[in-house]
């Protein structure tokens, strides 16, 4: 989230605090969803992990870095305790520059390296004063002219009654707003367009504003813009637009999760006692993860390798991606059933289909493992 957690914190006028507790399990699903994704894929494809004799040991990485952690602890105590979200990073730069310059030998600061410090900085601050500035005008132009307003009004008036549609309104809108934008500014256009719309309707003000900054983000993953999938395209060598669907495959988790916490705000710990709540929400959530992985991926944690599903593999990975969403799903609230008529959905329609998977994958041969990039 970087800065823009400041500015949510701004907009909704509470701590940082209260924003970085929200984004803890929106954040753990989606780094979980990840994890399943390529724990799968390696296990598709028969990829291995680096071999432990070649992995750096614990205690020379931390022997490396020890002083780092007192950067750290500054930073969280400012944040939490004293409060100083605008003072906080600049009191913990200084200190990593001091502590940088004592104990690190291969990292010092010299002369030419604070040059290239002012070069990189000063071209970032003319790329967002840019972007910003032209943001500023078009939320200043969009104000003057009445369409922020008439905006919320008109995804309202097409929506009806149907939280719903609004939702999948305003997420396709803020997709297509928030192309090419960076974090903070993207953030902002949103906050002032398209969140208004859905607090009328009486949405968790956190939830909707957390929903909006993830909606608005995905451009970096999603063709045709994907501006950190083809930015890892140029670091990896390989072509851009293929690059982009495979994070857009890989990284597809991230289209649900917001969903799911507007659904129920207690997944971003909003509400009357909403631990333990959302402790069981995440839970769920989790499991149902892990199917919806497992199906994207086509294998399936304690199943198998699907493919020895023969003609049935893509009936089963859609199933259980279904049956992954609505285990995932919270019920209650605007959802027209209740959680527990949910999980039981979520059951009827994945027990049988594991069932018959675990039966075809070991009735059936091995399947070699396919060459990666074929």
């Known amino acids: ?46 990829l291995a992990g680096i071999p432990r004799s070649e992995l750096p040991r614990v205690w020379d990485t931390i022997k490396d870095g020890w002083y780092y952690i007192f950067v750290i602890a500054l930073l969280i105590v400012m944040l939490l305790y004293f409060k100083r979200e605008s003072h906080a990073p600049f009191f913990a730069t200084a200190l990593l520059l001091v502590l940088n310059q004592l104990f690190s030998k291969d990292t010092r600061w010299t002369f030419a390296t604070v040059g290239k410090f002012l070069e990189v900085n000063g071209r970032t601050f003319v790329e967002l004063i840019g972007i910003l500035a032209g ?20 995804l309202l008036t097409l929506a009806g009654d149907n939280a719903l549609l609004l939702l999948t309104m305003c997420a396709f809108t803020s997709l297509i707003l928030g192309l090419g934008l960076t974090t903070t500014a993207c ?43 083809f930015a890892a395209a140029g670091i990896a060598g390989s072509p851009a637009m293929k690059t982009g669907w495979e994070s857009m495959w890989v990284g597809s988790i991230i289209y649900f999760i917001p969903f799911f916490f507007v659904l129920n705000p ?12 959302a402790l069981g929400l995440m839970t769920m959530a989790g499991i ?10 086509g294998y399936q944690a304690f199943v198998g390798d699907l493919r ?9 990975r859609v199933l259980l991606v ?15 059933i209740s959680q527990l008529q949910i999980m039981m959905l979520g059951l009827a329609i994945l027990i049988p289909t ?4 675990m039966f075809l994958v070991r009735r059936n041969p091995i399947v070699p493992a396919e060459p990666v990039g074929s």
């Open 1 to 46: 989230m970087g800065a823009t957690a400041f500015v949510i914190a701004q907009f909704l006028n509470v701590s940082y605090a209260d924003v970085a507790l929200a984004a803890v399990i929106p954040a753990a699903l989606y780094y979980l969803g990840l994890f399943m994704q390529v724990d799968s894929y390696a296990a598709r494809h028969g």
């Open 135 to 154: 943001c500023g005008l078009l939320i200043g132009a969009f104000s003057m002219t009445g369409v922020i307003s008439s905006l919320a009004n008109d």
């Open 187 to 229: 953030y902002i256009f949103l906050a002032i367009l398209v969140a208004p719309a859905l607090e009328k309707v009486g949405l968790n003000r956190m939830a909707v504003h957390m929903f909006i900054f993830y909606w608005g983000m995905l451009s970096s993953i999603t063709p045709p813009v994907a501006i950190a999938s």
């Open 266 to 277: 207690a997944l971003v710990l909003q509400g009357d006692a909403p631990y333990l709540a």
């Open 288 to 297: 149902g993860t892990l199917f919806i992985c497992g199906g994207i991926q």
């Open 308 to 316: 020895r599903a023969g003609s049935l593999e893509w009936p089963l």
């Open 322 to 336: 279904i049956g992954g969403f609505v285990i995932a799903t919270p019920g209650g609230g605007i959802m027209p």
């Open 354 to 357: 594991i069932l018959i998977a």
